[in-house]
Structure formats: C-alpha cells, structure tokens
C-alpha cells in the first residue's frame, strides 16, 4: 500500500475526531479534580449511567434530543446526591478519602445497573437524522462523528465562557484557590462544590450518551473510559480544562498515527505519551503546581 | 503434581468406586449400611467455571442454562442407577487464573466428577491443565486449536466446541470463491483471533487467496475508527474481521458507520449470538460467518426441534443460542458417558465418552479418537431483517450447512499424536 499524503490527513482527521470523544470523556473527571481535588473513581461508573439513562428515555420517548436535555440532567442529579451526601462529609481528610469513595460506589452503581437491566447489555442506534456519510475529500466520514466534534466544540466554549465569564465562574475560581477567603466574604463555598460536582456527572452522563451510538451499551462500558479519562487528566495536567483539550486531541491523533503504522502499539502508545509527558513536565502539560500535595 | 495417585481427589474417587462396589454387595444381599449407602447415593457433580463477570457473560450465561437442561434431563431419566447429577457453577471471571483456582476448588474442595466449561481460549488451556494433572474428564465448549494437540492433550480433555480451524476453514470455503480473493484481516491479538487467521490462511492459500493485511487490534478495542483509512485505501474485496464478543460488535458497527460494507464483503468466522440480539440486524446486516448452532435448524433436523423445545420448557419459551446448545451437549455428553460406563472413574468414563456417537441437537457427532475433537456440522449463516423474522429470536438466515469429516481437520500426525 502506498502512504499517500491524502491518507495521512485522513488519519489525522480521525484522530482529531476521536481525540473530541477523549475530551468528552475527560473533561468532567478533569473539571472535579482541579476545582475540588477529589479523585472521582465513579467517573465512569456515571458514564455508563449516562448511557443507561439514554437507553430508558429513548425507549420512553424515541427522541434522540430528549436524550440530550434528559441525560445530563438526571446524572448530574445523581452527582449532585453524592456530593452532598457522600463526598462533601469527607472534605478535608486527604485526598485518599473520596478517591476509595468513589471506588466503592463504581462498584454499587454497576451492580445496580446489572440488576436493573441485566447483564447482556442494549442498544442504542445513531439518530436517524445524524446516520450515513459524507464525503469529506479524502474518503467518507461519518455524519454521527462530525456531529460529535460540533457538539464538544460547543460544549467547552459554553464551559470556558462560564468558568472564565460569569460571575459565578468567578467564585468557582476563587473557591478552588482559597475557600477560606470566599468563606469569610459570606459565600456558600458548599453550593458552589456542589454545583461542580454536579457539572462535572453531568458531563460524564453525556458522554455516556454520546459514546452509546458508537461503542453499545454495558454496565461493564465505564471500565476503559474510567483508564482514558485519567490518562487525558494526567497529560492536560491535574486540573486544567485547557490541559484536557489538548490533552484528549493529542491523544486522539497520536492513537490514530500509530494504529496506521504499528495498530499493535495503539493502545501502548496513550501509555508510552503519558509516560513521556510525565518526565518532561512533572505536572502535565497545563498543570499547576502542588495540587496533589 | 509429581505424585498423582496420592492425590486427595483420586484418592477420594477410588474410594467412592470403592464404596459403591460394596454398597452394591450389601444392596444385593438385601442388607442395610447406612454409611455406605449415603456414599452410594453420592451426587454425580459437575463443575462448571465460566465467566459470568466480564464481556463474554452472555455467551456464559447461555452455557449455564444449557447445562442445566442437560442435568435436568439426566436426573429425570434416573441418573446413573438412581445416582442423580449436580450442577456447581463458578464465577471464573474470565482469566486463566482465577478460572485455575476455581477448578482446582471444584475438584479438591467440592469434589466435582467432570469439569466441563470455559468462553475463551487462554482460559480453557489454563483449566485443561489443572484438570489433567488431577486426571480429571475436561470438556471444552469454546473454540481453540491449541487444546488438541499432543503437548497439551491429555486422555481426559475432550473438545466439546468447533474448534478455530474448522470454524474459519468453512467459512472461506464458503466465501472466498463468492466474494474474491484479495483479503485484509482485522484481528483480535490474542490466541483466538490469531488461530481464526491461520485457519483462513490454510484454507485460502490453496484457493489462492492474496492477503493483503493482518491488522491487529488490541482485546477490548472501543474504536475501530484509525483501523478503516488503511483498510478502504487497501480496496480489498473482503475483510475477514476474527475477533469476538462486544469488540465483534463495536467494530461491525463502526465499520457500517464508515461505510466499508458498500466497497467490501465483510465476514467473520463466527457470528455470535448474544451480540446479533443485542445490537440488532443493522449492526449484522450483510455479514456472513459461522456458527455451531442455530435454533432454526429446527426446520431441517428433527433433534435441534426436541432441543428447543426442551430449551424453551425450561427457560420461559427464550430459544437456545450457539453457547446453550455448547453447554448442553458438553455436559449430556459427560453424564451419558458416566451412565455408560455406570461409573464416575475418569479412565472408564473417558473411554464411554469416546465412543459415544449419536444425534443430540444439531445432526450427528462424534469425538474423534486421536484427539477428542467433536466432528459436527457446522452452520454458513447471515443477519436476518427484522421484517422476514418469524419472531424476535429470529435472527439468522442460514445459507449453507457443512458436515465436518476428519479430512477437514488438522490430522493426528499434524497435531502430533502418534
């Protein structure tokens, strides 16, 4: 076969696309870590939730759409009754506390799942109007995928916007550098974790949602995505939105470069990045300083 | 294991034999022993690890309850001499090693007669290993080349599944001559879908097929999307993809997302079951592969009907799939062979099982005497849409049956039996 340019860009096309779903995947661990330093190993025990949650609404009310609003909604429900009434009474225990939390209730919400909806799993058919092919130049790609890029575009603008525009941003900001300080000015500090907490499950849940298309749906789906996430964390760099975008897109094309030429070494290669990230810059590529200490 | 004949577990099956003989003596001469009688009156217990944890539970689950066809239907017919059948099932969780320590429980804690069991092909060698250090009858119901031959055959392994090299060989014998001969391979790195490959390869290479790629992918691969440029730049006419489970259906159906079935034949060696029902006929349209068994087959042979309906009396009307019917007749055959030789001995038990011939569910079988590789049918099938299916179970088409004989598999000199 002759590795011709137009295959290349194709292939770096791919990884772009597929580094938005990694993205997707991270942003929420990434977003609970750097502002509230919990290590949500239920990261993607509530992506599978999410994806779950999708599967019942749409056998309710055939909407894709419905999906989309619902579904972020409902988890992000979920994680705001587990930071109030799991995580928020271990705050300043050390870090390990909420991290075996959250371990255990991955555990619980598997099971759960299991017991709901069995164990075979479901499907989840791309929406009709989002199916087929287009031609982008260089080959056919998928409508669903390009959707996908869009959507995540959006996404983290509106994320970005929030956290660095408004004035609830501010204090979110604010409250994850000193809490004292917001405290004392006579802010609930409480709220604004909760509300992260429940940003950061919402976003999980979503990426349940949008991964079901591509990937099906089983309880046992959050299991990789729980490794990719941390993965994207740990490269961004603990904590920085900025960090997990660039983070999840590197990840994305360098998989992509490596299946085209050694497809044995893609799953390595994440690996083989985070470690030579890690011995460059200690902290991640966008990482601050003294966040696990 | 240097010392097998003082192993617990033989010692305690001799004394059993021992105990029955006796028992018999002292039944005969119209006497009354309590303690013997209770060893006589002893649960023939077959163990049976599979991976009810994991991504292959369904086709686990499916194995459980045709197992438990075949116990019930051995019990109800008096057992061995009044002796009835037991069931353990174990959770192996899918890893040769867990499967070991589970085995080797069975056999020495809860003193289990037969092993019978397994949905992978790393695990099943692991299992085959303990059991024949222990001389315990193994009867595999999943796909492997590996366990038939000589270094890891033992008397006492038996291969109760198709196995890679017959799996694969009929379906490019199928498909090859329809499709083209220029092939790519997408293939699961591990044993099963490296074996799944040579065995398309053996077959092929006298059809003259031209491989044109192997491409691996790792076990448990959630995006085939980097595999397809290479894959359509290489215009083959088919794509073999041997891998199996969900990673079988997340890349049919990523592969449909990028439209590789308008440019290419795509086939498998096997079409699984669980995953057909599960992500339904668009994820499965227009792919051809194997399978063991199919329920349909009810059409045609007459034994696949008393099977299913036999199935579906015990299971709420829900029809066997390709593992249910692997798991009933590995554990039918085990009980039928004990009943045989009216004994639980794992050397005269293994000498009934390899003479046992018949048709059970799915036309005639036998095990093959150099190997103990059950000699079967197998089944050519393809998606059925859902608006030609009769129900919901209705999912395949089938297009071609192929009755297996020896020349078709791998000869005992081949396998390095003497």
Sequence with gaps: MELSFSLLVQQLFIGLALGSIYVLIGVGLSLIFGLLTVVNFAHGAFYMVGAYVAVYIFEKTGNFWACLVLVPLAVGALGLATERWLVRPLYGRGLDYPLLLTFGLAYVLVDSVRMIFGVQGEHFSTPELLQGTVDMGFGPFPIYRIFLVGLCATLLLALWLFIEKTRLGLIVRAGSRDPLVLKVLGIDVDRVWLLIFGIGTALAGLAGLLAAPLRGVNPEMGGPVLIEAFVITVIGGMGSLVGAIVAGLLVGVVVAMTTLFQPELAELSIFALMALVLIVRPNGLFGREGLMS | ?418
């Design chain 2, 1 to 418: 294991m240097a010392a097998d004949k003082d192993h617990p577990a033989s010692f305690q099956r001799r004394s059993i034999i021992k105990a029955m003989a006796t028992g018999g003596v002292v039944l005969a001469g119209g006497g009354v022993f309590p303690g013997i009688l209770r060893a006589q009156a002893d649960n023939i217990r077959v163990g049976l690890p599979i991976p009810l944890t994991g991504p292959f539970v369904n086709e686990a689950r499916a194995v459980q309850r045709g197992a438990e066809l075949a116990v019930k239907e051995f019990n109800a017919a008096g057992g061995m001499a009044g002796r009835m059948a037991e069931l353990l099932v174990r959770d192996d969780k899918l890893n040769p090693q867990e499967a070991v320590t589970r085995t080797i429980e069975l056999i020495e804690k809860d003193r289990a007669h037969f092993i019978v069991g397994s949905v992978s092909s790393a695990v099943q060698l692991s299992v085959n290993n303990a059991t024949k250090q222990r001389k315990v009858i193994y009867n595999s119901v999943s796909q492997s080349d590996t366990i038939n031959e000589a270094k890891d055959w033992s008397k006492y392994t038996f291969h109760e599944c198709l196995n890679p090299h017959m799996t694969a060989g009929a379906v490019a014998r199928y498909a090859f001559p329809k499709f083209g001969k220029r092939v790519v391979f997408l293939t699961a790195d591990y044993a099963y879908g490296h074996e799944m490959v040579r065995g398309f390869q053996t077959v092929g290479k006298a059809m003259g097929i031209e491989v044109l790629a192997d491409i691996r992918h790792p076990l448990g691969q959630t995006d085939f999307s980097s595999y397809f440029p290479k894959i359509l730049a290489l215009k083959p006419d088919v794509l073999v993809v041997c891998n199996f489970g969900r990673d079988q259906a997340i890349s049919f159906r990523q592969a449909a997302d990028f439209g590789l079935k308008k440019q290419m034949k795509i086939i498998a060696p096997l079409l699984i079951h669980s995953g057909r029902m599960v992500d339904g006929h668009d994820v499965y349209a227009d792919i051809i592969g194997g399978t063991g068994y199919y329920w349909g087959l009810e059409d045609t042979v007459p034994s696949a009907k008393r099977f299913n309906d036999a199935f579906r009396a015990a299971n709420g009307g829900t029809y066997p799939t390709d593992y249910a019917g692997l798991g009933y007749v590995g554990v039918r055959g085990v009980l039928a062979a004990a009943k045989a030789a009216n004994s639980t001995d794992s050397d005269k038990v293994s000498d009934a099982l390899r003479a046992i011939k018949g048709d059970f569910y799915k036309g005639p079988t036998y095990y093959r005497a150099c190997d103990h590789q059950s000699v079967q049918s197998m089944l050519i099938v393809e998606s059925k849409p859902a608006a030609q299916a009769k129900n919901k179970e209705d999912i395949f088409n089938i297009l071609a049956i192929e009755n297996f004989d020896e020349s078709k598999l791998r000869s005992c000199k081949e396998l390095g039996h003497a």
